[in-house]
């Protein structure tokens, strides 16, 4: 594939998401509405949403041990999300970060 065509194709994806923004749709309502590929259009969303993802550099020295099996509340905010976690153990952290580490 040419870097012409690859370029055109981003820039089409582009405009589509974009539209879909502005819509305050769904992606599946949008999609259906709009006679876009469903599979296509996150495939696609997924990508222009890494490149624009910043990455998350955390300093060791923002950690603090936890001695307890379980804790009462912790709360996160990460960009625009804010968690509240409430009597969890440390398997469902760990499970909840990784959660956290794809968004």
């Given at each position: 594939m040419s870097k012409?065509?690859?370029?055109k194709?981003?820039?089409y994806w582009l405009e589509k998401i974009n539209a879909w923004k502005s819509s305050g749709k769904s992606g599946f309502a949008?999609?259906?509405?709009?006679?876009?590929n469903n599979?296509?259009?996150?495939?696609?969303r997924s990508i222009f949403?890494?490149?624009?993802?910043?990455?998350?550099?955390?300093?060791?020295?923002?950690?603090i041990e936890i001695q307890n099996?379980?804790?009462c509340i912790l709360e996160i905010e990460y960009e625009?999300?804010?968690?509240?976690?409430?009597d969890f153990s440390f398997l469902q952290l760990?499970?909840?970060?990784?959660?956290?580490k794809s968004l």
């Open positions: 012409k065509i690859d370029q194709r981003r820039q949008w999609c259906k509405e709009n006679n876009i599979k296509s259009f996150y495939r696609w949403s890494n490149q624009n993802k910043p990455s998350l550099k955390l300093n060791p020295d923002s950690f099996q379980k804790c625009k999300y804010k968690f509240n976690l409430k760990n499970n909840f970060l990784k959660i956290l």
